[in-house]
C-alpha cells in the first residue's frame, strides 16, 4: 500500500478585512489548534478587546493564551478615530486579562525597531521588505509571525514549538495560522527559523485602505473609541 502523501485541511476565507471577522477567526483557530492537540495560543491584540474575546472562549479548552502587544506608552497617530492608544493601555482590561491567566508580552515588534526611524524617513530596510512579502498574504499574516517570533523571545514558546497565532489588519482579527516558534535573531536563519506551516482563515483580499472604506474593510470601531487620546 502506497504510503499517504499528505491531508486536504480547509482554510476559511474572509469576504473582507476587519474586526467583523474576529470570533470566526478564534473559533477556527481554537479547532485547529485543539485537533493538532496545540497548548498555546498567540493572540496579536492592542487595546485588549480581542484578547478578553480569547480568552472567554478558551475557558474549559486547556489552551494557554499568550497575549502580544506594543510597548507600553505607545499609540498610533492620525487614525480614523484619533490618536489610538496600544501596549493593551487600559490597567482594567490588563488586569482582567491576568486574572484569566493570560500570559502578556508587551514589546517591540522586531520587524520594526532599529531601522524605524529609516522607515520614517522612506528608506526601506530589509524588514521593510519582509513584512512587504508577508503582506500578500494578508496583514495580519505579519502580524502573527511578529507576535509568535516576540513570545519565543519572552520565554512563552520554546523555538521549534508549533502554535497558532491570531491577528488582524488594524483592529479586530481575520487571520490565523499554524506556525513554528522562533526567536526573532532566527527570522532569517536556515534550520531555525520561521515556518509557516498551515494558513487557517485569511481574507481572501488582503489589501485594504485605512478603516474608512467599509467595502474591503468591516467592523465596529465604537468599543475602541475610548482608546483614543
Same mark, same amino acid.
Given at each position: 500500500?502506497? %504510503?499517504?502523501?499528505?491531508e486536504?485541511?480547509?482554510?476559511?476565507?474572509?469576504?473582507t478585512? =476587519?474586526q467583523v471577522n474576529?470570533?470566526?477567526t478564534?473559533?477556527l483557530?481554537?479547532q485547529r489548534?485543539?485537533?493538532?492537540?496545540? %497548548?498555546k !495560543?498567540v493572540?496579536? /491584540?492592542?487595546?485588549?478587546?480581542?484578547?478578553l474575546?480569547?480568552?472567554?472562549?478558551?475557558?474549559?479548552?486547556g489552551?494557554?493564551?499568550?497575549?502580544?502587544?506594543?510597548a507600553?506608552?505607545?499609540?498610533?497617530?492620525?487614525?480614523?478615530m484619533?490618536? !489610538? %492608544?496600544i =501596549?493593551?493601555?487600559?490597567?482594567?482590561i490588563?488586569?482582567?486579562l491576568?486574572?484569566?491567566?493570560?500570559?502578556i &508580552?508587551?514589546?517591540?515588534?522586531p520587524?520594526?525597531?532599529i =531601522?524605524?526611524? !529609516?522607515?520614517?524617513?522612506?528608506?526601506?530596510?530589509?524588514?521593510? !521588505?519582509?513584512?512587504?512579502?508577508l503582506?500578500?498574504? /494578508?496583514s495580519?499574516?505579519?502580524?502573527?509571525?511578529t507576535a509568535?517570533?516576540?513570545?519565543t523571545?519572552?520565554?512563552?514558546?520554546?523555538?521549534?514549538?508549533e502554535?497558532?497565532?491570531v491577528?488582524?489588519?488594524?483592529?479586530?482579527?481575520?487571520?490565523?495560522?499554524v506556525? #513554528?516558534?522562533?526567536? /526573532?535573531?532566527?527570522f532569517?536563519a536556515?534550520?531555525?527559523?520561521?515556518e509557516? #506551516?498551515? &494558513?487557517?482563515?485569511?481574507? #481572501?483580499?488582503?489589501?485594504? /485602505?485605512w478603516p &474608512?472604506?467599509?467595502?474591503?474593510?468591516?467592523?465596529?470601531?465604537?468599543?475602541?473609541?475610548?482608546?483614543t487620546?
Amino acid at each position: 500500500m502506497r %504510503k499517504c502523501l499528505g491531508e486536504m485541511k480547509n482554510t476559511f476565507y474572509f469576504n473582507t478585512c =476587519g474586526q467583523v471577522n474576529t470570533e470566526k477567526t478564534l473559533q477556527l483557530a481554537i479547532q485547529r489548534a485543539r485537533k493538532l492537540k496545540i %497548548k498555546k !495560543l498567540v493572540v496579536a /491584540s492592542e487595546t485588549g478587546l480581542s484578547a478578553l474575546k480569547a480568552a472567554e472562549m478558551l475557558q474549559k479548552t486547556g489552551i494557554d493564551l499568550i497575549v502580544v502587544t506594543s510597548a507600553a506608552g505607545n499609540a498610533i497617530k492620525n487614525t480614523a478615530m484619533g490618536n !489610538l %492608544k496600544i =501596549g493593551i493601555a487600559d490597567k482594567r482590561i490588563y488586569e482582567k486579562l491576568v486574572q484569566n491567566d493570560a500570559q502578556i &508580552v508587551r514589546g517591540t515588534d522586531p520587524l520594526h525597531n532599529i =531601522g524605524a526611524a !529609516l522607515e520614517c524617513r522612506g528608506i526601506p530596510t530589509i524588514a521593510t !521588505l519582509a513584512r512587504i512579502c508577508l503582506g500578500m498574504i /494578508s496583514s495580519g499574516t505579519s502580524v502573527c509571525v511578529t507576535a509568535t517570533m516576540m513570545a519565543t523571545d519572552n520565554g512563552l514558546l520554546k523555538e521549534g514549538e508549533e502554535t497558532v497565532a491570531v491577528a488582524g489588519s488594524w483592529v479586530g482579527l481575520d487571520t490565523a495560522i499554524v506556525i #513554528r516558534a522562533a526567536n /526573532s535573531v532566527n527570522f532569517l536563519a536556515n534550520n531555525a527559523s520561521i515556518e509557516i #506551516r498551515e &494558513v487557517i482563515c485569511k481574507p #481572501r483580499k488582503p489589501t485594504h /485602505s485605512w478603516p &474608512v472604506n467599509q467595502k474591503d474593510w468591516v467592523g465596529n470601531l465604537e468599543p475602541y473609541k475610548k482608546f483614543t487620546q
